[in-house]
Structures are given as C-alpha cells and as structure tokens.
C-alpha cells in the first residue's frame, strides 16, 4: 500500500497547486470522494487480495488529473501522467496498463471491458445515486459554465440532466442492483422540478 501513499501524496499536491479556480467540480474533493465509492464498491464487488484494490484506488486517484493538463481531453493526460508517476515508483507494466485502462472506461459515454473498470465507472459517476445528487450535480454545472460561459436556464439544465440520467446505466454488479434505485428516485425528483420550471417559464 506504500504506492497508494505515495500516489496520494502527488495527486494531492497537483491539485493543491494548481492555479485554476474553474475547476469546482473536477477537484481534489471530487477525487477523494470517487476513490472513498470504489474502495466502497469493490468491497462490495468482492475485490481483494491480489492487488486488484490497489490497482482500483490508484486508477481512481488518476482518473482526472488530466483536467490540469487538458479540459477537452482529460482522460488521455490522465493516463500520462499515471503512467509516467508510476512508472518512476516502480510499478509493474500490467499494473499500469489496468490503471490506464480503468481511466479510459471513465470516458463518456462509458464502456468498461473488465470488473476494475466497471467499478471505476460507477464510483466517478457515484452521486447519481445519492441524496445530494441535484447539489452536485449543480456544482458540475456551475464548472461548465465557468469553463465555456454559457449559462443555461433553470428548465434547459434540468432537460440535459433529465437525458444523461435516462441514458446512464450503472456497470457493476452493485451499481446495477442497488445503485440504479437511488438513481431512480434522483430520476423522479428532476422530473417534478422540470415540471415546475416549465411552468414558471
């Protein structure tokens, strides 16, 4: 586990000096809490021993400090700068080829090939099953605007998240069992607010 340390430590460090204040969602939080839902739900996937938890987390802790480098191509600079990181800490050549492999998966739309993956997937779009779901998704918003200027009003931003959520499927085991409900009940609240924002418009 001293490679997790060690990643933790240099992500951490990226982040925390970095001068751009757009970034209020892809963030150092954002990080945290994707690798805290994959060591959840590779738990709850089954997956110990043999290394594949570690491989998780540190692909979770790479997954996007790409948008550092590159806001449009996120996942490929992500996928550099672990393996150029981990390459210097020694790391075995399958060991990064799964972390850059998981990193991919990430990219929308998502298309996991293998359990590590699948799992990755799920804890970077986690919040899609949580209570807070409509404030970090807003927060996502709140980045994108800041990033290309365009402000959406109240009923186009619902109608968008409306569609991500209709064609989003979780991948894991555990995302499709248990996951899905939350996401259902997320779906069920941005359809009665679209409603009422449609009428005040």
């Known amino acids: 586990m ?3 340390a060690a990643t933790e430590k240099y992500v951490t460090g990226l982040f925390k000096n970095s001068t751009d204040e757009s970034l209020v969602y892809h963030n150092l939080d954002h ?3 994707v ?4 060591k959840f739900i590779g738990e709850q996937c089954g997956i110990n021993g043999d290394g594949s938890m570690e491989t998780l987390l540190l692909a979770a802790w790479f997954h996007d400090l790409g948008y550092l480098v590159s806001k449009t191509n996120h996942e490929d ?3 550099e700068l672990a393996s150029k990181f981990l390459k210097s800490q020694g790391v075995k050549p399958e060991v990064i080829s799964q972390v850059e492999q998981c990193i991919e ?3 929308i739309p998502q298309k996991p090939q293998d359990k590590l993956s699948a799992i990755l997937c799920d804890a970077d ?8 779901f409509i404030e970090s998704s807003q927060v996502y918003w709140d980045e994108l605007y800041a990033l290309t200027r365009q402000k959406l009003d109240k009923a186009k931003y619902l109608e968008i998240t409306l569609r991500f959520l209709n064609l989003h499927e979780f991948k894991s085991e ?3 069992t248990i996951l899905e409900q939350g996401k259902a009940l997320n779906l069920a609240k941005i359809k009665k607010s679209l409603i009422k924002a ?3 418009s």
């Open 31 to 33: 990080t945290k809490s």
């Open 105 to 107: 998966a990430t990219r």
């Open 125 to 132: 779009l986690f919040y899609f099953s949580q209570e807070d």
């Open 2 to 4: 001293e490679i997790l």
């Open 77 to 79: 600079a992500s996928k």
């Open 35 to 38: 690798v805290q839902a994959a």
């Open 174 to 176: 555990y995302g499709k």
């Open 198 to 200: 449609r009428q005040v």
